[in-house]
């Protein structure tokens, strides 16, 4: 099935961790990015790497990495978690997501990540 | 002012009433616009985009786009209750970003 794929669906993990988000695409889609959702339901980007160059580094803690090895993929990973990062962190892809006119995205399916 | 601006709702119509949705934005130089449909506990699905002024057209959705007054518009025809979800507009700016509103909540009483 061509869709993007996120792993885990839930995290939940203690304060201090290091976790990881995977990220997998199979639309040929050029461009892919990292939003977080918080308890409000609003959609913020973090990341986002057109043909493996990051083009979008949001104002977020040092805490969050992403890498993205190929066009397909791409991985946040956290240290040293905090409570508040508890969010619904969703990855998705598009296509042309640098300037100009870009297509829509194909979001996958969150992940839920609950720090205790 | 915030970039992409929503009426958070509820929107509450009736089964085979339409739906309008509105959404401002604030960059002027912006050249995509999308709605989003969410369902509660799921992702986003795009449902419609649109990229130059007027009207498009899809099945029971009409995406309505006016540059001069930064103001895009989502109707639904023949709102069904399988239609009660929250709608996201989002504006791809002049940059890289693409921005969502808060979305507006609508539900349709059967």
Known sequence: ????????????TQMGNDKSIKCEQNLGHDTMYWYKQDSK?????????????????????NRFSPKSPDKAHLNLHINSLELGDSAVYFCASSQGGGQGRTGGYTFGSGTRLTVV | ????????????????????????????????????????????????????????????????????????????????????ATYLCAVKTGGFKTIFGAGTRLFVKA
């Open chain 1, 1 to 12: 099935d061509t869709a993007v794929s996120q792993t885990p669906k839930y995290l939940v």
């Open chain 1, 41 to 61: 339901k609003f959609l913020k980007i973090m990341f986002s790497y057109n043909n493996k160059e990051l083009i979008i580094n949001e104002t977020v803690p």
């Open chain 2, 1 to 84: 002012q915030k970039e992409v601006e929503q009426n958070s709702g509820p929107l509450s119509v009736p089964e085979g009433a339409i739906a309008s949705l509105n959404c401002t934005y604030s960059d002027r130089g912006s050249q995509s616009f999308f709605w989003y449909r969410q369902y509660s506990g799921k992702s986003p699905e795009l449902i419609m985009f649109i990229y130059s002024n007027g009207d498009k057209e899809d099945g029971r959705f009409t995406a309505q786009l006016n540059k001069a007054s930064q103001y895009v518009s989502l109707l639904i025809r023949d709102s069904q209750p399988s239609d009660s």
